[in-house]
Structure formats: C-alpha cells, structure tokens
C-alpha cells in the first residue's frame, strides 16, 4: 500500500477517535450524534453542489450505506449507553477488520496478501484484546458493540464498492453521506420530538464540530478504498482504538494499563505489516 495513503488513513483513524470520545463524553448520547448528523448532511450537500454527480451504477450503493449508517449510529449509541469507550470501542472496531475481509471476498472478489492478512488478524486481535478486563471478556454492551462492528462491516463494504463505481469516489461521498445526514434526524424525530431536536443545550457546537470531524475522516476512508484492499483499509483505520485508549485515559478518567500498552505495540506490528 502506497505510504501517502498509509499516512492518510492513520490521520482518519485519529479524527475517527476523537469524534467517538465527543459522543462517549455526552449526556445525551442520541441528540448528539443526531446534530452530528445534520452537520454532516449540510456539509456534504455544498460539497457536492461544486462536484460531479457519480456514475448511476453507485446510486444503490449510496442508498444502502445511508440506510446502514443510520443502524451503524443507533447501535453505537446504545452501546456507550452502557459501557466504557476503552471497552466498548475496541469490540466494535476489532471485529469489523476480519468481517470486510471476508464480506469483500464473497462480494468484490477481493484478496489480499498473507502478509497484509496476518497483519489483519494482528490488528483484529490486539484491538479486542483491548477490552479484557483480567482475562475476562466482561462488557456490558456487548451485544451492541458486536453488531456496531458487523454495520461497519457492511457500509464500509458497500461504499468501496459504491466508490469504485462511481467513477468519482469524493463525489460518492459527499452524496451518501448527505442521505445518512438526511436520515438520522427523521429517526430521531419519530422516536422523540421535533423540539428536542433543535432547542439549544450545552454540547451543541461540540456536536456540529464532532459531524464536520466525522465527515472529513470518513470521506479519507472512502478515498482510501478506492484505491487499496477494504480489508486492510479497515485495519489501517481501526488503529484509531490507539487514539481512543489514550484519550480515555488523558480525558475520561479511564484506566490505561500494561496490557493495553502491549495491545498497542501489537496492533502497531500489524500496522506495518499491513503499509
């Protein structure tokens, strides 16, 4: 994999963290990744009013993935309803790797070297290992952190595949992304009220911040995608469990121990593996 876009996926993988610890760090944990998502839809609407459309053949593709971003958020919100982002984070983002591995050799015919696929499993592996607590696998949410992971799975497979037939992968973006935007303030709205939506709370322009960082990190995904193996893509971006573990422990009071160093150093071996 060419290392400029090594680089810019480790850039994704650290604005991909810090938007997850924004929303770990709300109150209202729904209302914020809602406003998120209008951020996002607004944003991606000017872009692609200065872009060309994407080639017809994605549009399916774009449809899919906003509908599965919507599934991708409410399951992600559930789970820091519960549990730790050094806990919660890690199950999430470390299964999904070995998922679109798999998920793009069933349905983009798409292979990767057996180094690149051992750096993988590393990946995968240091990054669940993550949310242990004394070899016990002991998180409240995991059923939701699961099937967060298994939505990644699927939209990221679905946007490399949209991406590749567009033609124009930031234009893909920039319209998938402003149907997902779309999307979550209709769910919200049919599960509370308007009101609520919209009425002025402490974390609002934290919120709309968090949407513009979200945005930016995923589109360098789709970008990546388009050009390298999904699989190790995805691998690439979930070192963002790195950033995570550390701005837990700096920013949310949580525990950084030995263990979760050594986890670390072993998704750092499968990183370069990988680039």
């Not at 993988?13 to 729904?30: E, I, K, P, V």
């Not at 990767?112 to 070899?135: D, N, P, T």
Request: proline letters at 5%; charged letters at 10%; a positive charge.
């Amino acid at each position: 994999m060419p290392l400029p876009i090594v680089v810019l996926i480790l850039f994704a993988a650290l604005l991909h963290a810090s938007w997850n610890a924004l929303l770990r760090a709300g109150n209202d944990r729904l209302w914020s990744m809602t406003v998120m998502c209008l951020a996002v839809a607004v944003a991606s609407a000017g872009i692609a009013l200065f872009l060309p459309a994407p080639a017809v053949a994605s549009w399916p593709y774009a449809v899919l993935s906003g509908v599965l971003h919507v599934g991708y958020n409410l399951f992600l919100v559930r789970s820091y309803k519960v549990g730790d982002l050094g806990q919660t984070y890690p199950i999430a983002r470390g299964s999904s790797p070995i998922l679109i591995t798999l998920f793009a050799l069933a349905f983009a015919d798409e292979t990767v070297s057996a180094s690149a696929l051992f750096g993988i499993a590393l990946v995968s592996g240091g990054i669940i290992s993550l949310a242990f607590k004394q070899r016990r696998l002991a998180v409240p949410s995991l059923p939701y952190a699961l099937g967060t992971g298994c939505f990644i799975a699927a939209y990221s497979v679905t946007d490399g595949i949209g991406a590749r037939l567009s033609g124009a992968p930031l234009a893909y973006t920039a319209w998938m992304c402003a149907l997902w935007g779309v999307l979550m303030p209709l769910v919200y709205i049919g599960l509370r009220d308007t009101r609520s939506l919209f009425a002025q709370r402490p974390g609002f322009i934290t919120a709309l911040a968090g949407g513009l960082v979200s945005l930016l990190a995923y589109g360098i995904v789709i970008y990546a995608m388009a050009e390298a193996p999904m699989g190790a893509v995805s691998a690439l971006r979930e070192t963002s469990v790195v950033f995570a573990a550390l701005i837990g422990y700096i920013f949310l009071g949580e525990s950084l121990s030995v263990r979760k160093v050594l986890a670390c150093v072993v998704i750092a071996s499968g990183t370069m593996l990988i680039g």
